[in-house]
C-alpha cells in the first residue's frame, strides 16, 4: 500500500510519503502483537491509516499525470482547510517502502523523543510527564513544563470527603510500538485506596508524534453523580513551567476557575462552557510559546457534556484557590506556582463519557480549531 503526493510546483513529479498502519479490534482499541509480522498481513477494513496532511500535494488533473504505480483502486484524499492531495493505492509489484521511525521510545528511560521535543514520562506514573524539553533553533534543549500532577475530589453526600492524588493514582504502559510516523502505547490506571487497588475505567491508547501526541480519553461515572456528590467535585490536571516559559506569551481559550462559580452546580458552569461550543463539538486550549516553539493543549468535549457542566477551567495558580476548592493536602498544592486544568464532574449521568486531549508539541499552532482536520475520501478508480 503507498500513499502518493504530487509536488505543487512540478505537475507529473510524484513522491510517496509515510504511511502507517495500525491494526484496530472489533472495539476500535488498538491490537498490539509481539513481533512486526503483523506487518505481512492484509489491511482490514478497521485498520487504522495515518499520515501527514502537511505532505499533501496538487490535485491529479486529468491524464497530464499518472501516479508511478497503482492497483485495482485509487482512493483520492482531500485535505479540506488547504485544498492539499495524496493518492492511495496498491503497488504489487513493487518492493517495500521503509521510513525511519519519526519518533523514538527508549523503553528503560520511558522517554520519546523526535527532532522538535522530548517527552518524559514520571518513571512511577506513565499518565503523567516528568519533564517536556524543546529543541531550540540553536540545537540546544530547553525544559516548558515539568512535574505533572493529578488530584481527584469527591465530596460524597451523607459520607466524608475523599482526596485522591499521584501518590494514590497507578497507572503504567502496558504495550507499545513505534512506526515511521508515531509512538503508540496503552496505559492502564489503579487507584489505590487504603490497602485496595482498584482499577479505574481510564484504560486508553495513546498516540506521540514528530509534533503532536493524541490521548483520548475517557471517564466512567458508576452511578448518577449529581444523586451522590456535591458540587466542588472534580479532576484536577496539572503542572510547573519553567522560569522561561513563565515569562514567555500564554494564550488561554477556557473559562478560569471561579471557585464560588463552581458552588452555583452543573447549570450555571453550563452558561459558561457553551460559550466556547459550534454545533455538537465544544473546543478549549491553553498554550505557551517559549521562543518560537510552542506547547498547546487542545481539548475537544462534546457538547452534551459541557451542558452538564463538564469542561475545563483553567488554574493560573493552584495555590490560590486550593483552599476554597478543598484542595488542601493535595500533593504539590503548597509548593511553586503551579498551573492546571479542573473538570468539575458532580453533574455526570451514570456511564462512559469520552473526550479528546492534544499535545501540540514545539511546533506551529494553526489558528482553527477543528481537531483534527477533515480529510475527505474519493474513490476515483
Request: aromatic share 12%; with cysteine.
Amino acid at each position: 500500500m503507498r500513499l502518493f503526493v504530487q509536488s505543487t510546483t512540478k505537475p507529473g513529479h510524484w513522491q510517496t510519503i509515510p504511511l502507517q498502519v495500525d491494526p484496530i479490534d472489533e472495539n476500535g482499541r488498538l491490537v498490539f502483537f509481539g513481533s512486526g509480522d503483523y506487518m505481512q498481513d492484509s489491511v482490514a477494513a478497521s485498520d487504522l491509516l495515518v499520515f501527514r496532511i502537511e505532505d499533501f500535494g496538487s490535485k491529479l488533473v486529468g491524464k497530464s499525470g499518472q501516479l508511478p504505480c497503482s492497483g485495482g483502486q485509487i482512493y483520492e484524499l482531500n485535505e479540506a482547510t488547504t485544498n492539499r492531495y495524496a493518492y492511495l493505492t496498491t503497488c504489487e509489484q513493487a518492493g517495500a517502502v521503509h521510513y525511519p521511525n519519526a519518533i523514538s521510545f527508549d523503553s528503560a528511560t520511558k522517554q520519546l523523543q523526535s527532532p522538535l521535543y522530548k517527552y518524559q514520562f514520571n518513571s512511577k506514573n506513565h499518565m503523567l510527564f516528568q519533564a517536556i524539553k524543546f529543541r531550540l533553533p540553536n540545537g540546544k534543549w530547553e525544559e516548558v513544563a515539568t512535574d505533572s500532577k493529578m488530584l481527584i475530589r469527591a465530596d460524597a453526600k451523607n459520607f466524608f470527603t475523599m482526596l485522591f492524588d499521584s501518590r494514590h493514582i497507578e497507572s503504567k504502559l502496558e504495550e507499545n510500538r513505534s512506526g515511521p510516523l508515531g509512538s503508540l502505547a496503552r496505559v492502564t490506571f489503579f487507584l489505590r485506596v487504603l490497602f485496595f487497588k482498584i482499577r479505574m475505567s481510564l484504560a486508553t491508547d495513546v498516540g506521540f508524534f514528530s509534533d503532536s501526541g493524541h490521548i483520548p480519553m475517557m471517564i466512567n461515572i458508576p452511578v448518577n453523580a449529581a444523586a451522590y456528590l456535591r458540587h466542588g467535585s472534580g479532576i484536577f490536571y496539572s503542572w510547573v513551567l519553567s522560569s522561561a516559559a513563565r515569562s514567555a506569551g500564554r494564550s488561554v481559550d477556557m473559562p478560569v476557575l471561579d471557585p464560588e462559580v463552581v458552588k452555583k452546580g452543573p447549570r450555571a458552569l453550563a452558561d459558561i462552557g457553551v460559550r466556547y461550543c459550534q454545533g455538537k463539538d465544544c473546543h478549549f486550549r491553553y498554550m505557551v510559546d517559549l521562543n518560537g516553539q510552542r506547547l498547546a493543549m487542545d481539548i475537544s468535549i462534546g457538547r452534551d457534556l459541557v451542558e452538564r457542566g463538564f469542561f475545563p477551567f483553567y488554574v493560573n495558580d493552584a495555590s490560590a484557590v486550593s483552599d476554597s476548592m478543598g484542595w488542601d493536602g493535595g500533593e504539590g498544592m503548597d509548593g511553586s506556582a503551579r498551573s492546571g486544568m479542573y473538570f468539575e464532574v458532580s453533574g455526570l449521568p451514570k456511564g462512559e463519557h469520552p473526550w479528546d486531549f492534544w499535545l501540540r508539541l514545539g511546533s506551529r499552532v494553526e489558528s482553527r480549531r477543528s481537531c483534527p482536520a477533515p480529510v475527505r475520501v474519493n474513490l476515483i478508480r
